[in-house]
């Protein structure tokens, strides 16, 4: 049992031109294809291959959003807290399906894994994309006003 039409494939929209936040997703995207192609129907496997791979998931959860909030703070994006929220909230939710999922409450790795890819969809092209603008506002304002030093050299 394969769910292949449930793989994401990445696209220029959900780039920020930021080349570690650009590789952070990509590498999130291809951990919850992976998991996709994990999800087989067979219990045993799966929850073998889980126990191995949440821990690698969480960890870039943290490492990533941990980035992210670093950008925001030093170009002191206005919508910082409502993003950082939305991270949190995130890392509650995970962390409850995880339990729920190891502790076998009828918690399918299709299930964990489709509720991945719809939050990273979204969370991309939504709350992410609004940095970005952002960002590069920044960018384009500090040009125009003769400081060409691009900002995101502050966030590497």
């Given amino acids: 049992m394969k769910y292949s039409s449930e793989l994401i494939t990445w696209s220029s929209t959900f780039s920020c031109g930021i080349k ?15 998991m996709f192609c994990h999800a087989t129907g067979n219990e045993e496997q799966e929850h073998e291959y889980f126990s191995k791979v949440i821990k690698k998931a969480v960890h870039h959860i943290k490492v990533h959003f941990a980035t992210e909030e670093k950008i925001m703070r030093t170009i002191h994006y206005p919508g910082y807290a409502e993003h950082k929220r939305d991270h949190d909230s995130f890392v509650f939710e995970i962390l ?28 991309i092209g939504v709350m992410d994309k609004q940095y970005f603008l952002y960002l590069k506002k920044m960018v384009v304002a500090r040009k125009a006003g003769g400081r060409s030093r691009d900002v995101s050299a502050d966030i590497a």
Avoid at 20 to 34: A, R
Avoid at 97 to 109: A, F, G
Wanted: charged share 30%.
């Fill in 20 to 34: 570690l936040i650009d590789g952070q997703h990509k590498e999130f995207i291809t951990l919850v294809n992976e």
């Fill in 96 to 123: 409850g399906n995880i339990r729920d999922y190891e502790t076998e409450k009828h918690y399918t790795l299709y299930s964990f894994t489709k509720y991945l890819k719809e939050w990273i969809l979204s969370h």
